[in-house]
T-cell receptor
Framework: KQEVTQIPAALSVPEGENLVLNCSFTDSAIYNLQWFRQDPGKGLTSLLLIQSSQREQTSGRLNASLDKSSGRSTLYIAASQPGDSATYLC??????????????FGQGTILTVHP | DAGVIQSPRHEVTEMGQEVTLRCKPISGHDYLFWYRQTMMRGLELLIYFNNNVPIDDSGMPEDRFSAKMPNASFSTLKIQPSEPRDSAVYFCASINTLRGSITDTQYFGPGTRLTVL
């Protein structure tokens, strides 16, 4: 059974810092690894999707990497802003067995960027 | 596009009552997913449908939970009878695989916050 772990559970940084959020998964049989953002009381918004054959994806100040063999992904946020404050979730999309087509989520990293 | 619509946004009920949560996927989307989010267990997949047919309900916690999708634009998740441990945020998500695949990103609704007293 796929297990996804995110470290740290919470992070508080001053505005302008570059930061890294970590995600690890136990089963490398995945189609892709996805990063979502969740604001309080809201649904999830997709940030980046990295296919299993890719190494990284970039969108603006966000860069996500994937090392499938080691079961790790990182989300890098450059020049953080208060508006980046949210919970960040990573999720692995299963490619085989009982995990096929299913997203398994980590517990999330709560990010606070203070002015 | 209105996005995935869920109702109600908040529901407070008493233990033993029946609860029905509703979801309208994005028009044209052929996969629909129901998730539950709690502090203890995080976000978990409960069940998903393809073209209105349930494909995998292995995440449904107990027989008290049931889900239906009578047509392409509507799905319900019912809990009967409800218990305090069912308190959570329930999300619905959808994908259009007719222009892509199940590997594409899912579009999530805003969720229904359920509190069972």
């Amino acid at each position: 059974k796929q297990e996804v772990t995110q470290i740290p559970a919470a992070l508080s940084v001053p505005e302008g810092e570059n930061l890294v959020l970590n995600c690890s998964f136990t089963d490398s049989a995945i189609y892709n690894l996805q990063w979502f953002r969740q604001d309080p009381g809201k649904g999830l918004t997709s940030l980046l999707l990295i296919q299993s054959s890719q190494r990284e994806q970039t969108s603006g100040r966000l860069n996500a990497s994937l090392d499938k063999s080691s079961g790790r992904s990182t989300l890098y946020i450059a020049a953080s802003q208060p508006g980046d404050s949210a919970t960040y979730l990573c999720a692995a999309l299963g490619a085989g067995g009982t995990s096929y087509g299913k997203l398994t989520f980590g517990q999330g990293t709560i990010l606070t960027v203070h002015p | 596009d209105a996005g995935v619509i869920q109702s109600p946004r908040h529901e407070v009920t008493e233990m033993g009552q029946e609860v029905t949560l509703r979801c309208k996927p994005i028009s044209g989307h052929d996969y629909l997913f129901w998730y539950r989010q709690t502090m203890m267990r995080g976000l978990e997949l409960l069940i998903y449908f393809n073209n209105n047919v349930p494909i995998d309900d292995s995440g449904m916690p107990e027989d008290r939970f049931s889900a239906k999708m009578p047509n392409a634009s509507f799905s319900t998740l019912k809990i009967q009878p409800s218990e305090p441990r069912d308190s959570a945020v329930y999300f619905c998500a959808s994908i259009n695989t007719l222009r892509g695949s199940i590997t594409d990103t899912q579009y999530f609704g805003p969720g229904t916050r359920l509190t069972v007293l």
